[in-house]
């Protein structure tokens, strides 16, 4: 299973980004689907995650700003993120928890993506 994440970037304050994630390979089914993001010196924090069944948590810190989504069909995941500040810069992380086939096995596991800039200037 492979994620393929785009959509990081250079903004300023009070603007906006969307982030894509796209999962590929032999998958059976995707259950969780989310971001990550890890500034530097800090610990890899969750943002947002929506599950299969549409339910969706996030930060306190881009409550009302950040909005997670799906495409189902397209194994793809999306955080639209509004009114940026720039402690929001980081690396983001998809990351999503599906069952693929493994040979003549189902296997349930986690995978993340490779991580893309954003960057929000003052």
């Known amino acids: 299973v492979q994620l393929q994440a785009s959509g990081g970037g250079l903004v300023q304050a009070g603007g906006s980004l969307r982030l894509s994630c796209a999962a590929s390979?032999?998958?059976?089914?995707?259950?969780?689907m989310g971001w990550y993001r890890q500034a530097p010196g800090k610990q890899r924090e969750l943002v947002a995650r929506i599950t299969s069944g549409g339910r969706k948590d996030y930060a306190d810190s881009v409550k009302g700003r950040f909005t997670i989504s799906r495409d189902n069909a397209k194994n793809t995941v999306f955080l639209q993120m509004n009114s940026l500040k720039p402690e929001d810069t980081a690396v983001y992380f998809c990351h999503v928890v599906c069952t693929y086939y493994g040979g003549s096995a189902l296997i349930r596991d986690d995978f993340w993506g490779q991580g893309t800039l954003v960057t929000v200037s003052s």
């Open positions: 390979g032999s998958i059976f089914s995707i259950d969780a």
